[in-house]
């Protein structure tokens, strides 16, 4: 499974973009829309004040998180 990595770009650190593998810069609603799709089954979709983001599925690890373990 390809690790989503988000940039903490936007405003306030929110994540505009994300890094998958070695794509880097993903826009947020590609990425949002590619786990929609199932293409990233460890991630889901969470909604944040009308946006939607990117978020790495509960487990006992932070170092897999979108935003942890750098």
Not at 4 to 10: A, E, T
Not at 52 to 66: F, G, L, Q
Request: charged fraction near 35%; charge should be positive; hydrophobic fraction near 25%.
């Amino acid at each position: 499974m390809t690790k989503i990595r988000g940039q903490n770009d936007g405003p306030g650190g929110r994540n505009e973009h994300y890094d998958i593998g070695s794509r880097i810069g993903v826009p947020r609603r590609n990425v949002v829309a590619e786990i929609k799709r199932g293409e990233h089954p460890g991630a889901h979709v969470v909604k944040i004040n009308d946006r939607e983001y990117a978020r790495d599925n509960p487990d006992a690890s932070t170092k897999d998180n979108v935003n942890g373990g750098k």
